[in-house]
């Protein structure tokens, strides 16, 4: 609207110009050439009244006026329109400047200046995500201190609790002896693995982790894992079914981090879904991807939050029970892991059942 507004205002005011400008030269022309008398209103207009039909008027008087004029008209109008618009945006980038970062400076097609208001908008976007970055690394280095403290305190505590029991000889036999000394020791475990945990998701956030990747079976991998988990089915009372649509499903990955990502997942559905007794494993071919499905019949996620449990620290089970909540890095590390390989993962859940689902690449 404000450039077809300028056009007809350029227009204007270049047929009125040069009109005006045509006729006094056409006046002057007449009077220096053709009348030997004083120039008045009325020969002015005899002259063109006789002469209009004279094309030499507008092929050697009229087009050179219009094109001179049209041009000077034109530039007269860019200019003020540069000026104004050069002003705007030097306002507009002080209001920047004093801290409206949510803001973006007027575009216009106005030469030059159009492509500088348009990488000034750039620059602020890629300014305000960088802020926002750092405010959410400052934001996840004070919930890494605030749940650390938290997670680390409590085996501490209990370690330190019963050692000095042991220290102090209050047992009364061998037998509390060896409880004690076990109740430590199982602590100690769960202690090392959120240290592990802590190290790897902080290796793996600070793009550290670099990927070796070969080709891999994944049927293979997945009857690796399920039977080296045997002792935690038996000892939950569940039972791993596997599917696969063929023997073979052939991926280029690194099998030492994916086989931690289902590791994570089976790990995370004997904690969780142990009162469904089953967990299923099912894999398939879709589109040029290995897709498994990691099922497991416990109790659902509520649906509130489903779209967190691939946070960091989030954990369903809110009590941080160490029987039934986890460290809350588990399953982040295992989506990070994924998006390494450029794949998806998923959750979804219902009162019967709740699938995370990984998808890989067999190629790139």
């Not at 997945?222 to 499903?249: D, K, V």
């Not at 499905?293 to 954990?315: K, T």
């Amino acid at each position: 609207m404000r450039s077809s507004l300028s056009f007809f205002k350029w227009f204007f005011w270049t047929v009125v110009v040069s009109a005006i400008l045509c006729g006094l030269l056409y006046a002057l022309v007449n009077y220096l050439y053709y009348n030997n008398g004083a120039l008045t209103l009325g020969r002015i207009v005899r002259g063109f009244y006789y002469g209009i039909g004279n094309p030499q008027i507008y092929y050697v008087a009229s087009i050179p006026v219009v094109v001179v004029t049209a041009i000077y008209l034109w530039r007269r109008e860019s200019r003020r329109q540069e000026q104004q618009y050069l002003t705007l945006l030097i306002e507009e980038v002080h209001e920047l400047e004093e801290g409206q970062l949510d803001r973006k400076v007027t575009v216009r097609s106005i030469g030059k200046l159009g492509q500088l208001a348009a990488d000034i908008n750039r620059m602020m976007e890629r300014l305000r995500i960088s802020l926002e970055e750092e405010r959410r690394a400052e934001q996840t280095k004070n919930e890494l201190i605030t749940n650390v403290s938290h997670d680390l305190r409590t085996p501490l505590t209990t370690i330190t609790g019963y050692l000095g029991l042991i220290d102090q000889d209050r047992y009364r036999d061998e037998v509390e002896l060896r409880y004690y000394n076990n109740m430590a020791y199982e602590e100690s475990l769960r202690l090392k693995q959120l240290l592990e945990d802590l190290f790897e998701y902080t290796r793996l956030r600070n793009r550290e982790m670099t990927l070796n990747k070969t080709r891999i079976n994944l049927v293979e991998m997945l009857h690796q894992i399920t039977a080296q988990f045997q002792w935690q089915f038996n000892e939950s009372g569940m039972e791993a079914r596997l599917s696969f649509g063929s023997p073979q499903m052939i991926v280029i990955a690194d099998g030492d981090k994916l086989r931690r990502v289902y590791e994570n997942l089976i790990s995370n559905a004997i904690r969780y879904g142990n009162d469904g007794i089953y967990l299923d494993i099912k894999g398939r071919i879709e589109g040029g991807e290995a897709v498994i499905d990691v099922i497991n019949y416990g109790e659902p996620i509520p649906d509130a939050d489903l779209p967190r449990v691939f946070e960091r620290f989030y954990r369903v089970e809110k009590s941080r029970d160490k029987n039934t909540g986890g460290s809350g890095i588990g399953l982040a590390i295992a989506k990070h892991i994924v998006d390494l390989h450029h794949g998806t993962i998923r959750v979804e859940s219902d009162e019967e059942r709740t699938v995370f689902t990984v998808r890989i690449q067999q190629s790139e």
